[in-house]
């Protein structure tokens, strides 16, 4: 059983920056997702396992960016020129599957996940 434990979670300001990070060992290819109550769960960010091979949401490309620690253990999103629409409730999900990048995309692709932290952009 794998463990995903994120941290980095809290209030900024628009315009402000925060990293999140997610820790799990394992050969895993890892993503962000998001969450607002009422709504379904939306893909953010993924890393493929080994590789720079990255993937954005069009709602963050640009301003976040996604990247793995030297150890491949810890995954990282940096969130920068954080706007109020990027508040929700941050998952680290990982898979074991070797998909095709675009499938990276769906949550129903991940088997494991964290217990989320909240991110709320206010001023």
């Known amino acids: 059983q794998v463990q995903l434990v994120e941290s980095g979670g809290g209030l900024v300001q628009p315009g402000g920056s925060l990293r999140l990070s997610c820790a799990a060992s394992?050969?895993?290819?890892k993503a962000w997702f998001r969450q607002v109550p009422g709504k379904e769960r939306e893909f953010v960010a993924a890393?493929?396992?080994?590789?720079?091979?990255?993937l954005y949401a069009d709602s963050v490309k640009g301003r976040f960016t996604i990247s793995r620690d030297k150890t491949k253990t810890t995954v990282f999103l940096q969130m920068d020129n954080l706007i109020p629409e990027d508040t929700a409730v941050y998952y680290c999900?990982?898979?074991?599957?070797?998909?095709?990048?675009?499938?990276?995309?769906?949550?129903?692709?991940?088997?494991?996940w964290g217990q989320g932290t909240q991110v709320t952009v206010s001023s």
């Open positions: 999900a990982a898979t074991a599957r070797r998909l095709i990048l675009s499938s990276l995309r769906s949550s129903l692709q991940y088997d494991y």
């Open positions: 394992g050969t895993y290819d």
């Open positions: 890393v493929r396992y080994g590789t720079t091979t990255t």
